[in-house]
T-cell receptor, first 113, second 116 residues
Framework: DQQVKQNSPSLSVQEGRISILNCDYTNSMFDYFLWYKKYPAEGPTFLIS?????DKNEDGRFTVFLNKSAKHLSLHIVPSQPGDSAVYFC????????????FGKGTKLTVNP | DAGITQSPRHKVTETGTPVTLRCHQTENHRYMYWYRQDPGHGLRLIHYSYGVKDTDKGEVSDGYSVSRSKTEDFLLTLESATSSQTSVYFCAISESDRRQGRDGYTFGSGTRLTVV
């Protein structure tokens, strides 16, 4: 049973426009959420995170929104750049103290010049 | 960023042979993890460790074993490699600092394993 779902395997946007990547989770014990970015032949790298006590966290062009009632989070990239083309993974951690992250399957973002 | 290296970066092996992948960290982090990445499956946890000689299974642990005799090294062994274990393997370490907005993992660059 998938606890973290990224239902869009791919997304294509034009340079300068907004990219919105979505993630849903089923485990109500999750209290911390992260986004990772992965280029081909490299390991994933941390992008941005949000705690369940917040509903928004912003870092430059990247903003993560959390809707706890809907168990949904989204990553907004504004403006999108060709260098943002990568696979984005959503991940969650539960409040039980476990350090384990549960990952979604990823969304491949392509930003066209 | 934390120092984490995986070796080898690429390996081709034959079905039925044992294979060991190594993860080495220089940051003295307590937690270490092995994941595999496959198309359509994302990142799946194989095994993890929360200290020397303390390990536990993840969601896809069948056919794999791990050892951690030193804080800095976490070894993943495929006891008898099968074609279904062809994958990209990532090691990760925990680097938690929620005050800095970082509470997740640092990943290695990966090992691409092909079982023929």
């Amino acid at each position: 049973d998938q606890q973290v779902k990224q239902n869009s395997p791919s997304l294509s946007v034009q340079e300068g426009r907004i990219s919105i990547l979505n993630c849903d989770y089923t485990n109500s014990m999750f209290d911390y959420f992260l986004w990772y970015k992965k280029y081909p032949a490299e390991g994933p790298t941390f992008l941005i995170s949000i705690s369940s006590i917040k509903d928004k966290n912003e870092d430059g062009r990247f903003t993560v929104f959390l809707n706890k009632s809907a168990k949904h989070l989204s990553l907004h990239i504004v403006p999108s750049q060709p260098g943002d083309s990568a696979v984005y993974f959503c991940a969650s951690k539960d409040q039980g103290g476990s350090e384990k992250l549960v990952f979604g399957k990823g969304t491949k973002l392509t930003v066209n010049p | 960023d934390a120092g984490i290296t995986q070796s080898p970066r690429h390996k081709v092996t034959e079905t039925g042979t044992p294979v060991t992948l190594r993860c080495h960290q220089t940051e003295n982090h307590r937690y270490m993890y092995w994941y595999r990445q496959d198309p359509g499956h994302g990142l799946r946890l194989i095994h993890y460790s929360y200290g020397v000689k303390d390990t536990d299974k993840g969601e896809v642990s069948d056919g794999y074993s791990v050892s951690r005799s030193k804080t800095e090294d976490f070894l993943l062994t495929l006891e008898s490699a099968t074609s279904s274990q062809t994958s990209v393997y990532f090691c990760a370490i925990s680097e938690s600092d929620r005050r800095q907005g970082r509470d997740g993992y640092t990943f290695g660059s990966g090992t691409r394993l092909t079982v023929v």
